[in-house]
Every structure is written in C-alpha cells, then in structure tokens.
C-alpha cells in the first residue's frame, strides 16, 4: 500500500465469551446439542455486539477497557481508527500583482483610457450636484429675522428700592451695596434708587441734586454702591424729581438739571408725574444710555398710550395692570401694537411703593412674577416682591427671618427661588427677550399669551386668577401642536415641571399659571 494513502486498521472485537469459556472455545461450543433456534440466538447476540461496535466513536484515542485483561496488555479499543495526514511539501501560490511594465502596458490600453475618463466624469458630476444641492438649501431655507433694536433695560427686570432704611439692616446706602450680589443673582439689569438727594418736604428752595441725603448715608457710600453695581452690570437710576411746579429756584433750569446729570453719571429716573412734553426737554441733551422714566395715575391704554407719545419719555409708570381682568390683556394688545417694546414698562403698583403680596393677594404671588416678566417690554419690581413681602413687614434676607415662622421662611425661599428662574429664562430666550406677542385666550378670569420669535422656541404664559378651577382654555390665533412641555408652574404638583401637556384640553387649577414651551416647527 502507498504510504502517502491514509491507513485504515481495524480490530476484531474479542469475543465476549473468550474469558469466561477459554481458548478453545471457538472450536466447539459448549452444548453439543443445541437446537437451531439456539443458534439463531447466538447469531442475534453477534449482530447486536457488531452494531454497537459500530456506534463507538472513530477515534485514536484511549479508553478504558470493559475487560481488565485487555487493559494492562495496552490492547486498543474495536473499532479504532488510525489517520495519517501528510503534509503538503508545496509552496503556495502568493499573488504578487502586476509589476511596473505590465502597469504601463495595461495603462495604455484604450479600455483603461476610456474607463478612468468616465470615473473622472462621474466624480466631477458628483462634487457639481452636491455643491448645487447645498446652494438649493440655503437659498430655499427661511431667512433669519433681524434682531430687533434693545436698550440696556430692556435685557432684564429693574429692582426698585424707594425706602433706603426700611430695605437695609444698616439702613444707609452701604446696606444696599452689600446686597448688590444678590440682586444680580436675580438677574436685574437696573436698580432704583432714591429719592437720595437733600430734598426738604415742601422745600423746593433748598433742594440740592449734588448733595447725599445724611438719612441715607454719604457721597463715598454712594459711590461705592455705583461701582460695586456697574460690576455686576446693573445699571444704577436715580429718582431726581425734577420738575416741580413753579418758576423760580436754583433747579428749574433746564441746563442746570442737565449739567447735575451729566455730573452725577447715572441714569435718570424721575417719578414726576408727566403732563407735558416740556418735561421730557429737560433731559434731550443727556447721555443717550440714560433713561428718562415718567409716573402716571392713569390706567387706560389709551391715556398712557397718548401720554408715552406726547411726553418723550423712555418709560412710563402706569396702572394699566391694575384694571379689570377682562381689560388688562387688552391693554397690553393695544400698547404693544403702538408702541416699541422699548417703551413698554409693567408694574403692578404703578408708581406706588407698595408690595405685590399686599396689591394682588399673597396668595397670587408667584403668578404676577410671571406676568411681569413674560410681558413684552420690561418689568419692574418693588423691593421686597422677589419673596412675597408684604407692607406691614419688615425687609430681610430668607437666611435672617427672625421670629418668623418656618413655613414663612419656606415660602419667601420658594417665592425667590421661582422669581430667579423665569428672570433666568427671560435673559437668555430670544422669544421671551423681545419676542412678538400674540393673545390666546382671555375671559373675567384667565389669560393666555404666545411668546414668538423667528426660529426659535416658542413659549406658552396661562393663568388663571379664579378662586376655583379656570374654564378649558381655547387657545385660538395661530397654529398651535397639540402638546407642550412645561418649564414652570406655580403648581408643581398638578403640573410639575418637564411634564407634557395637551393644548387642546389645557386648564388650570385655581389662581395658578404656567409656562409652557414647544419648539419651532
């Protein structure tokens, strides 16, 4: 046989009965006499030994045998096979390409010619299309609005401190310097101040702009509360009064009040009560970062619309707010409709020093937070209005609440904490920031307004000022998506934030709001 072949070698299984019937026992069987039915027997029992012979693994290795005889003699189990695989002396074949004359041989062909300039084509009609592509996009995506013209106050709410001593533990101005971190943690982009000039009661003879009050403190605490402001970018605004009626004394000259304002560098803020326009000429040649703020009684739309186009002024105290429910979002439609959000001042006290939780309900708090500073234009807030103080109490940070009660503390703290994050969002979100304003929803007793700027994110004010739970608000004007996400709501339990919300079936539980936002589509 070839040795290069594969080799077979079989074993005959020993018999079964060699051990116990010995050598000769192939010869003659041990019962001479048997009959053919016992040999058929015997022929059964070789046939099953023989197949399970054949089930036994084909395999060189050892096991232990059934008979110990044939262990310690190393005999290999029946039916081993034995395999001899040769190996393959020859190289293998290594595909080793074209050389560099082959290459040049085939580079010349005219198929390899006409191929590569084809590929060349494809490309070039490729890199063509997708460059026309890109310009077909841009030219056919929206144009990008143009940001609207801003002034400085209009980039967040304004902080209103009137009573200098009642706000202050050290009742000076160096108490309202050390608080100055904490106002622009609110975000406040300009702070109210004053009165802070010497101005006698009914003394207009004696009133002197250049000279700090002594009941409020010195020229260096005055300069020292400008600078630590202006670091902070908050912008500080006087209230200088400068038009009494009359037509004597040392301030009733337009070039002196002007010269005063220009010395003082701050912004100017009157609380006069405007009626004319020459009141607005005292201040034409000053600074044009300076705002000129009047203070009206009037609460009809078009009053304070007529007195903000007559008078010349930046900005207009009024008690629009204070009006019927039904009338309030009307006034605000009107007087945005005419007037620049520039322009646009929103107080719920109007030119009084009073507080929101004493005007419009403790309870209610929270809720004109969000008006105000949801509103087209600017806020501005009382001191004390950030954590729901009233009138009859005294000014104090939420860490030094003395004999007050632990419930109390909770609310001023949760009051504040709401107030810092929609001032926070306002500053940053084009739609709240001066984004168009489109009227929802407005009955006795809910209100509901749509914040829009170009491509960006959208924002839903709802409110409800009912002592029971508001009507199913019907949002109609604009094309609106079927849910929104809230992102506050003075409510968390009912609508907590991040929580989605269906439009077509938006309510509000009693004298709560809510601010919900959904992206431009």
């Given at each position: 046989m070839n040795p290069d072949e594969t080799h077979l070698e079989l074993k005959d299984a020993p018999d079964r009965d060699a051990a116990r019937t010995g050598p000769d026992a192939d010869q003659v069987p041990p019962d001479a006499d048997a009959t053919e039915a016992d040999v058929s027997e015997?022929?059964?029992?070789?046939?099953?030994?023989?197949?399970?012979?054949e089930k036994q693994p084909m395999t060189g290795g050892e096991q232990r045998p059934a008979d110990g005889a044939a262990a310690g003699n190393g005999a290999e189990k029946n039916g081993a096979v034995k395999l001899k695989i040769p190996e393959d002396e020859e190289d293998q074949v290594q595909f080793t390409g074209l050389n560099k004359e082959e290459l040049l041989r085939v580079a010349g062909t005219p198929g390899w010619v006409r191929t590569r300039w084809a590929l060349l084509v494809v490309f070039w009609l490729g890199w063509l299309g997708?460059?026309?592509?890109?310009?077909?996009?841009?030219?056919?995506?929206?144009?990008?609005?143009?940001?609207?013209?801003?002034?400085?106050?209009?980039?967040?709410?304004?902080?209103?401190?009137?009573?200098?001593?009642?706000?202050?533990?050290?009742?000076?101005?160096?108490?309202?310097?050390?608080?100055?971190?904490?106002?622009?943690?609110?975000?406040?982009?300009?702070?109210?101040?004053?009165?802070?000039?010497?101005?006698?009661?009914?003394?207009?003879?004696?009133?002197?702009?250049?000279?700090?009050?002594?009941?409020?403190?010195n020229l260096e605490q005055f300069k020292g509360l400008v600078q630590a402001a202006h670091k902070k970018g908050i912008s500080v605004v006087l209230d200088l009064t400068p038009n009494y009626l009359g037509s004597s004394g040392p301030w009733?000259?337009?070039?002196?009040v002007t010269s005063v304002a220009e010395r003082l560098k701050v912004r100017a803020f009157t609380r006069s009560h405007v009626q004319a326009s020459n009141h607005a000429e005292m201040f034409q040649h000053v600074r044009n970062d300076m705002v000129l703020i009047g203070v009206t009684d009037r609460s009809s739309a078009e009053d304070v619309s007529a007195l903000l186009s007559s008078t010349r002024v930046d900005l207009l105290l009024s008690r629009v707010l204070r009006a019927d429910t039904t009338e309030r979002a009307q006034s605000v439609q009107r007087l945005y409709s005419t007037h620049s959000q520039n322009n646009l001042l929103w107080s719920l006290e109007g030119g009084a020093e009073g507080h929101m939780a004493s005007v419009g309900g403790a309870a209610l708090v929270q809720l004109y937070q969000l008006l105000l500073l949801t509103l087209p234009g600017t806020a501005v807030f009382n001191y004390g209005?950030?954590?729901?103080?009233?009138?009859?109490?005294?000014?104090?940070?939420?860490?030094?609440?003395?004999g007050t009660l632990q419930e109390e503390r909770l609310q001023r703290?949760?009051?504040?904490?709401?107030?810092?994050?929609?001032?926070?969002?306002?500053?940053?979100?084009?739609?709240?920031?001066?984004?168009?304003?489109?009227?929802?929803?407005?009955?006795?007793?809910?209100?509901?307004?749509?914040?829009?700027?170009?491509?960006?994110?959208?924002?839903?004010?709802?409110?409800?000022w009912a002592e029971e739970e508001g009507e199913e608000l019907r949002l109609s004007g604009v094309e609106l998506p079927r849910w929104a996400t809230v992102v506050v709501s003075t409510n968390s339990s009912a609508l907590p934030a991040n929580a989605h919300v269906e439009l077509t079936a938006l309510r509000l539980e009693a004298g709560h709001a809510a601010l919900l936002k959904f992206p431009y589509a």
């Open positions: 015997a022929d059964l029992d070789q046939d099953q030994d023989q197949e399970e012979q997708m460059l026309g592509g890109a310009v077909l996009i841009i030219l056919q995506a929206p144009r990008c609005r143009d940001l609207p013209p801003t002034r400085w106050w209009t980039h967040g709410p304004l902080y209103r401190v009137g009573n200098i001593q009642a706000f202050s533990e050290t009742q000076n101005l160096k108490g309202l310097e050390q608080k100055v971190d904490r106002l622009s943690e609110l975000k406040v982009k300009g702070l109210l101040v004053g009165p802070v000039h010497v101005a006698p009661p009914d003394d207009a003879m004696n009133l002197s702009f250049e000279e700090v009050s002594p009941d409020v403190g009733f000259s337009n070039v002196t209005d950030e954590i729901g103080l009233k009138d009859e109490m005294l000014w104090d940070s939420d860490e030094e609440l003395n703290r949760s009051c504040r904490s709401f107030f810092q994050t929609v001032s926070e969002l306002r500053v940053k979100e084009r739609s709240l920031l001066f984004g168009d304003f489109v009227l929802l929803f407005n009955s006795s007793s809910s209100l509901a307004y749509l914040r829009v700027w170009d491509q960006s994110q959208r924002y839903l004010a709802a409110f409800n």
